[in-house]
């Protein structure tokens, strides 16, 4: 006849018990989202918009020069960073995501999902100015036009979308996004990191006008809204570690399957 016994644990004393302490909740007090350097960025790029506008006719006849569009390394060259940009950068991001979950690296899932969360915020305020201003691209009036412009033209219409650039938003997102977070784990990466990320969303802005698709000024400007998307989006989820999106994101697990695929369980905060 066998015994049942029920066993409790020993009571350890009060000192030797630990408890681990709470998650330091960082969305009250501390730094502000927005400081006063980031108030003198966008008053930069807000000037460099406005002083290119009279530039952006000789910048177009320069780069459509057929000197120019004959170079054979410039044509491959433009094309292959544009596709790094997009859709490159939604290609990228969601695999640092996925192999972050699979292997259970939360830095690199963090850098796959803050850098995709950036190109998402900044290209949903790229579309809204682009179908708002309605601004004709280069190539429409065999760039000559710069200041045509039509308001509302922009929505269902790409020929009327080229205000701001919407491949230099995404690029400038990610390169923004990916040296902020990298500069939270090493802040001397920076020093290398940022100028590699930011050289190349410069060469996809210059890529977009050497393919006549935009002007200059739409480059200016998609780069600083891609810049501020990129910092804010990774400033603010550190501040607010328990924020919906990352609840969501960041707990979701990718496991693989008996048959050798993969199966995503996501937690969904209720």
Not at 14 to 23: E, L, R, T
Not at 180 to 203: C, D, F, N
């Amino acid at each position: 006849m066998g015994m049942l016994a029920a066993v409790s644990p020993m009571r350890q004393p009060a000192a030797a018990q630990s408890v681990a302490p709470p998650a330091r909740d960082t969305s009250r007090g501390g730094d502000p989202l927005f400081k006063k350097r980031d108030a003198l960025m966008a008053l930069g790029f807000a000037i460099g918009t406005v002083a290119f506008f009279p530039l952006d006719r000789r910048a177009a006849a320069e780069l459509q020069d057929s000197s120019t569009q004959a170079n054979r390394f410039f044509k491959n060259a433009s094309t292959g960073v544009e596709l790094i940009a997009s859709p490159g950068a939604y290609v990228i991001g969601g695999g640092l995501y996925i192999v972050g979950r699979l292997g259970h690296y939360e830095r690199v899932a963090d850098l796959g999902w803050h850098g995709t969360e950036a190109v998402l915020v900044a290209e949903g305020v790229t579309s809204i100015l682009k179908g708002t201003l309605g601004r004709a691209r280069p190539f429409v009036t065999a760039d000559t036009n710069p200041a045509d412009f039509r308001f509302g033209a922009g929505f269902g219409n790409g020929n009327r979308s080229s205000f701001p650039s919407g491949h230099t938003t995404t690029a400038f997102a990610a390169a923004a996004a990916v040296t902020a977070e990298t500069g939270r784990w090493w802040p001397k990466s920076t020093k290398i990191v940022g100028p590699v990320m930011y050289g190349g969303a410069t060469l996809v802005g210059l890529s977009r006008m050497y393919h006549n698709r935009h002007w200059g000024s739409d480059v200016v400007l998609g780069a600083a809204i891609g810049t501020f998307s990129g910092q804010k989006v990774v400033q603010y989820s550190h501040k607010h570690p328990h924020n919906l999106f990352d609840r969501v994101m960041l707990g979701t697990k990718v496991v693989p399957t008996a048959d050798g695929g993969m199966e995503m369980r996501v937690s969904i905060p209720w």
